[in-house]
């Protein structure tokens, strides 16, 4: 049997999920409609393959925008996932959503070019002004 290595949930604890495989590509995204979508200066993602991840308790809501799908709890609004698209093989989770966030670390900045002017980076992570070139997707 494996072992959930991530565990997590919205705010609220209608929504579960875990994950079965380590997490990987931490970054922090300053995009526009991640910090629409969260109301906040950026989000923290990492990436899980789909396979690794599921839910495991509630329904999630999905929402279609600019050809992505973001998923959040419908009960309370936390932002739960990211998908590039319908059939993704990776799927980005927020990782201020995980049980445990100190047990991963975030490895870059992205989309450093929507990033609002009264945020001050001072972490010395490589920064991207849009996704991160080795990023596959
Ligand atoms: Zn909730
Ligand atoms: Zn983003």
Partial sequence: MERNIVTGGCLCGSIRYEATARPYNITHCHCLDCRRS???PFVTWASFS???FRFTSGQQRELRWAGRLRS???DCGTPLTFLAGPDADEVDVTVCSFDQPTTVAPADHTWVED???WIHLADDLPIYRQK????GS
């Fill in 38 to 40: 969260s109301g906040a």
């Fill in 50 to 52: 789909r396979r690794s």
């Fill in 72 to 74: 959040f709890c419908p």
């Fill in 115 to 117: 990033q609002l002017p």
């Fill in 132 to 135: 991160r070139e080795t990023h």
